[in-house]
């Protein structure tokens, strides 16, 4: 099953669960597999960012994408296939479509400058993977350097018919999304599904302002789900009630670099990666850090107790 | 009363107050500066990213520098006086300096790279104004681009005795203020003040950290003052409490270009601007934008009876 | 005399002469004013990167304006005004204009990202100094960071009719000329002046092309306005052969930083300026650099006389 | 045979040469391999900038290379292994060594700040790869965007003792060289060779420096080795007469993107490869621009005969 413009809900960011000495953690992969569709997710993305995809070579990425594919079970998986060049990202590519992913996530190389060069570089990379794979485009200014503005979205989704899904992290992005929907309602541009990123610090008004879900990594995906199905049935008021007794530790765990390594040991103290473990080079994960997570657990669980672990 | 290294508690970042046709609006200048002693801050910080400095020629930012600090009548004026030359730089420093301002504030000039390159900026910076001028150094790079590291903050520290205060706005941040905190305790670098910006986000964490104060402008400085007082009072739960309370809407002020809009229409929905006027060219302030900044303020006052305005 | 969409030739860009003691050396202006139209220049820029504005204050930048307009007398002066805000870039133009400026140089300021961010950057600059106010688009991504598509620099000839000369110095550009011509030439882009930059290092080529002249500040202009005069007779082979021998100075010159400290000690050994001095901070200009130009000099010496100095 | 820190001479920088639909042209790779070594080179780099090597797969990567090390039959091989991650340049650096490699080359990766990150990006990539392969640093910030100082190049080395060779490209950097040559004779950095790149623009004054010599890819790597003989030999007036007649060319040739297509070009005219071929997404290589190569040819051979092809 593949993905196509009506995805919506929520699809989460799985990192690489590790052992202690740098393996990978295959318990923990099929325990993290089964987690996000018992969230309520409807598919997942792996070897992103919080994939810590660099740090693994070409064997280890298209063995975690065959183990997650398999126990998947036909539910909708997303590679992340950026790579500095167009033959490393073919070859992934072709790979695990062959696997069967339901589609492949690409950013924009580094250094882009120009709408042109930016168009031209979204342009190049479909027509190396293939027109036949569905993908995701990644609009991260933050992690990429590269700038889009609302322009240049609509011509890369109007050159580009295999682009299905908007990951929207731009920032400021609100209006955004706006003048997108906007474009979709007048005919100017067709419809994709857009899901938002940033990791969520700002998906309570990003549903107000009509996105189709979420595409990111906090570890309470079914804290993003609660909240996406209460936006859906009306209740505003409600949904930002959950999501703002999430917010202190949504917005701690927004931090680059350490961020990873937060959700991960939020993930383990919920029992579903066996190990916080992060491959060489990681980020620092001082002891103040853990405490002050624990800390925002704790206060957490006074309001939601799945935050009791 | 100049700044120094002992400088504590919270000094907001002002905005400059514009009438509807782009006139300094003078009537508001001097209400907001009472306001921001009002609400307890003990001192505050003019023409930085927020006073649309760039805005105003130098005429222009030398009155309101005259007004505000004859009209603080003794307490602590900072005037950013970032600039892409030395010249202009040591120009309007020394012509605040002399109206009677407590310090002035510097950051690092755009495209600077290399630890030694930046240090340098900092000693040629100091060199142009003068060693005898108080000063604070931003250190902001998701604005400047300029990326310091521990080890070059502490060494910039100690090339110039006349920096007094570190405005801290990394991100991530929380371990650099721990290291920093932790050579002043060793005597590897001299105790200075470390006053956090970067809107307040995790301003929280920061206190837990040991910083001595804030520097940003998120328009309930009241707030931030209460905060650092059940900081210090030891009162832990209780300063996490009223920031959390007041995270949504602090982190929707946390938008590049919009939040300034958004402070500033909160500023007047506070009775403190009488207009939420910004000079050309300025972000967009959407009607959507508007309603949801009216929304975060109606839920905030069931928290806290200072946003019922 | 007003700049134009017609100015062809050479423009030399001008450094400011300093006094070993770092003021304004008066006699030299006045030398190297009278230097420039007596090699041949068409007129000149002065407060551009070569003219250390930044280390100028508003008062001395408009005192060198004055005093080389008036010297002038009548040719057209064009006066640098890129500031990082549009309150200085009108107040600088305004007033530069009123003493009888023929326009004035605008560069993209740093870190705008995106066509559509550009374009509404160069419609605000145009009203901020007014659309009278005829200018010279400063095309230089290496210096500013910011890179124009073809199509982009269309966009904004076309957006700003005040728009009359590109200063053309992006790298590679060969290509950029042959566009920008062919567009004036099938209509959809109305015809200006475009005149090369980027040290002129390949002005042989670019005038191959159809550039209209040069708008740089090597040490020898005389140079620059004999091979364009060559390239205009058509005596293609003999621009080459002269640019040619000039060349491994010209190349040495574009160094940045120490490129400027080249051009004014040759200056001052042609006897123009009275001393190389640079303000500081200034890039080092060791022994063996000088060596090194006294070398070139002397090897330029036996193809052209004008090195025998 | 690896390399060490005593190398000299001239390294070239190899294209990979492809047939017109795409295909490696392996007649060639062997024929480039040889003409590198009649034209007097010690030794050559593959996959680098030149060697489009993003745009090869893994397995194309690693075939290519046991070509070139076969045919170099004993002669040194150097690899550029620069990745987005540590996992595909330890796996790509151990496999060419098991091949045969001399060692291999290294640049820091994209978005690197901060002195501190640069040298710790370097003491993981020997981590990664095994510190006992020795390996040139490539210290090329105009591709990078990372810049090191010269105190920081000197700290890399130090730290890293398998660093054997700097590809100095930093842009100015004749002084660089001699302060680093300098700390070499003071013994506060131990003796590495500084081999030169940046197209080899300022080859003629940094053999004067004192630089043990190039690693570059200019289309005639015979005139790189007779300029550096000349220079052994103490002819220096001979070796910048040589050097100047083939500056026009070289300049030419040093235009990012485009430059590549101007290699390969020349490198079919001397009859080395057989199609000028680039895989895509190419740099454009216009008629204008063939014509100027001509062109530029044609002049050369005046002054070389190697330029009669």
Redesign the interface.
Known sequence: MKIDSTASGVYSIAPTPFLEDGAIDWTSVDRMTDFYFEAGCNGFTILGVLGE??????E?ALALAARVIKRANGKPIIVGVS??????M??LSRKVMDTGAAGVMIAPG??L?????IA?YFR?AV?AVGSDIPWVLQDY?HST?V??????VRRVVIENPSLVILKHED??G??KI?TLRGWEKDGSMRKISILIGNNG??F??EL??GVDGANTGYAFPDMLVEAFKLSKEGKRDAA?DLF?AH??LL??DH?????LAVRKYVLKRRGILSTAAMR??AP?F?P??RA?VDYLLG?LAKHDPRAKV
């Open positions: 995809a660099p740090k693994l070579d070409a280890e790579a500095p060049g167009f033959a490393a073919r070859s580094g250094g400058k120009t709408d042109d060069t031209a190049n027509e200014p350097g700038t889009m503005s609302n322009n240049l920032w400021p609100l209006d706006t610090l700002f309570d008004f107000d302002r930002h703002d917010l202190p917005r701690y931090q680059p670099g350490v961020g060489k080079p620092a001082t103040e850090t002050e206060r």
